[in-house]
């Protein structure tokens, strides 16, 4: 089925680009049923997106799309659509990730571009993305629970684990839902930022809402993938809370002390939602590799709650769980 399907999106790429020779050859994908292609035989590259419509609508992608580069940000030009057969044509944003390219001498530039990306897409109206809301947050953790803890791990949660567990995800709901909201990009990371000009390239929006304004700074410098300094990451979300509050996105009396715990908080729903997505990735779409990066994303929900007498029961069972 994958074969044809592949074979169908190269007959309509060749239709529509009127050019019977190109070529699509596979490119990193993201977690999802999608899958990329890169169209050769063109001056410049195109990519060519596979979303099964089963699976992967293409509204919300289409629909965040659009509503990001109202911004002025680079997220790449759609430049044909196929909604019968679930084929986009897109402009190509290259293979430099931010992953391969920051280091201890680039990322104040690399992470400058994206704040200032960031930023313009936060000051963007909702316009028609869906609510970041409490039944979603509550939804992300749960994964955790079920695909982490139930899954991966075949733990058998006491009832006095289950309570706490209960009482820690109200507490990480009601906070997040405390800040002021803005467009989430939700997947605002290394692996979806890319080295472009202008700078940065964003891919993988499909997943846009109206939520916490915390949630992609979490996501950008708390990163899944790769891990900085404290002093580091005060330093940038220092930076980012004065620009923001000069831009009208945070009200003047968000002080640094009520901003770095709304985005610990923010940071622990994140990482736990994450590690909960990748077990699923794991057992349910044979994608064991996500795994790997499950030391890392736990020490930063074990490191964040050890900070709040609140959370302190929750950093205890992480650190009593097995090592990943």
């Known amino acids: 089925m994958e074969d044809s399907r592949q074979e169908q999106l190269r007959d309509w790429v060749c239709q529509t680009l009127q050019n019977p020779e190109l070529e699509l050859r596979p490119v990193a994908g993201d977690a999802s049923f999608r899958r990329y292609f890169r169209v050769h035989g063109?001056?410049?590259t195109r990519i060519a997106m596979d979303a099964p419509p089963e699976h992967e609508p293409l509204e919300p992608f289409l629909t965040a799309n659009s509503h990001l580069r109202k911004a002025g940000v680079h997220a790449p030009e759609v430049q044909a659509e196929n909604h019968a057969d679930g084929f986009l044509l897109l402009e190509d944003l290259g293979d430099e990730q931010y992953l391969s390219h920051l280091n201890e001498e680039s990322a104040d530039s690399l992470y400058g571009d994206a704040l200032d990306a960031l930023l313009r897409i936060q000051t963007l109206p909702r316009g028609p993305l869906p609510p970041y809301d409490a039944k979603q947050l509550r939804l992300e953790l749960d994964r955790f629970t079920d695909w982490y803890l139930g899954r991966h791990l075949g733990w058998e949660l006491s009832p006095e684990d289950r309570l706490m567990i209960e009482t820690a995800w109200q507490l990480l709901v009601n906070r997040a839902l405390e800040q002021p909201c803005?467009?989430?990009?939700?997947?605002?990371?290394?692996?979806?930022?890319?080295?472009?000009?202008?700078?940065?390239?964003?891919?993988?929006?499909?997943?846009?809402?109206?939520g916490p304004v915390t949630y992609d700074l979490v996501s950008l410098l708390r990163d899944c993938y790769i891990a900085?300094?404290?002093?580091?990451i005060r330093g940038w979300v220092e930076q980012y809370r004065q620009r923001a509050q000069q831009q009208g996105i945070l009200d003047e009396n968000v002080d640094s002390e009520l901003f770095m715990e709304w985005f610990d908080w923010m940071g622990t729903q994140r990482h736990l939602k994450a590690v909960g997505i990748f077990a699923r990735l794991c057992h349910r779409d044979g994608k064991s590799y996500f795994m790997l990066d499950v030391p890392r994303v736990l020490g930063y929900v074990r490191h964040a709650c050890s900070r709040y007498p609140s959370l302190q029961p929750l950093a205890e069972l992480v650190a009593r769980l097995p090592e990943p």
């Not at 890319?194 to 997943?207: A, S």
């Not at 900085?228 to 580091?232: G, L, N, P, V």
């Open 42 to 44: 063109t001056d410049p």
């Open 182 to 210: 803005v467009v989430v990009h939700r997947d605002y990371h290394s692996r979806n930022l890319m080295v472009t000009e202008p700078n940065p390239g964003i891919l993988d929006h499909q997943d846009a809402m109206w």
């Open 228 to 232: 900085w300094s404290d002093d580091r």
